[in-house]
């Protein structure tokens, strides 16, 4: 596996671009549309703490632990949200994919399959992944369906497992979709996103 380096990922009106600072104040606008810091069991931050989210995610990526973007809607030009590799593992051919939130007004739509199309064939295709791992809290509901919803299979929860930005302990429900899988994972993506963007039309 090929360690993820900062690089422009693009297509079908969606660029995910290298987080930086830059980014906060747009973070923060696409945060407040439908006050998602609000929403206990993710990780979304508040305005004031926008600059903190960021300079969090840019020690990771300097520790080669994280690969954050920023995801710009093309159409409009606005950020919409953000996304990252995690818990990358060179030595076992694995990233996770998390820490993915979205304005309000852009969830259910085409934006998060376009997403993780871009992620998942750059993890498998140019990385050489053997999987991609995805995991959210016990009591995100939606969360959990979106992930199912891809073709990731469900390996488990881990128990008191990773702490929420409120300080309570969260259990988090594993996925993963292994490289064997990919392909039919990606035509099922390809199908699902052609039908959404014609639905948006």
Known sequence: MIHPKPLVLERDGIRLEPLSVSHADGLATAAGDGELWNLWFTAVPEPDKVRHYVDAALKGLLEGQMLPWVVRELATGAIVGSTRYHDIVPALDRVEIGYTWYAKSRQR?????TCKLLLLAHAFE??????????????????????EALGAKKDGVLRHHQA??????RDSVMYSILKSEWPDVRRHLELRLTLRLKAEG
């Open 109 to 113: 739509s085409a934006v998060n399959t």
């Open 126 to 147: 140019a990385l050489g992944c053997k999987v991609v791992g995805l995991r959210t809290d016990n009591f995100n509901f939606a969360s959990q369906k979106a992930i």
């Open 164 to 169: 929420r930005t409120d300080g309570t302990v």
